[in-house]
């Protein structure tokens, strides 16, 4: 099992900035993360893909944070980093990294291991 930790959450007023850390340790026994994601869960909503880093560095982005948000990753360390710009008061949720044993995991289901997730919150 691979354990992820995530870090950077808290309040921030709309138009600035945050950054969200997530280490990964532990191992599937042989098995390599291939995908590293962010995903969102606000209150009444479903939990949604926001970035995915591919361990070739390739990157996913949904349509609501595109040129936002930055999604950069070190394989080797299994610690990605969400960089946030120009938050929006949507943009409030709880923030949870997922690993994937699969290469451009893009559904909850493809994702193999979750963080506990943590708060960010944008005040209007």
């Known amino acids: 099992q691979v354990q992820l930790v995530e870090s950077g959450g808290g309040l921030v007023q709309a138009g600035g900035s945050r950054t969200l850390s997530c280490a990964a340790s532990g191992s599937w026994f042989g098995t390599d993360i291939n995908t590293m994601g962010w995903y969102r869960q606000a209150p009444g909503k479903q939990r949604e893909l926001v970035a995915a880093?591919?361990?070739?560095?390739?990157?996913y982005y949904a349509d609501s944070v595109e040129g936002r948000f930055t999604i950069t990753g070190d394989y080797a360390k299994n610690t990605i980093w969400l960089q946030m710009n120009y938050l929006k008061p949507e943009d409030t949720a709880v923030y949870y990294c997922?690993?994937?044993?699969?290469?451009?995991?893009?559904?909850?289901?493809?994702?193999?291991?979750w963080g506990q997730g943590i708060q960010v919150t944008v005040s209007s």
């Open positions: 997922a690993a994937a044993k699969r290469p451009w995991a893009r559904n909850p289901a493809q994702y193999d291991d």
């Open positions: 880093i591919i361990s070739g560095g390739a990157t």
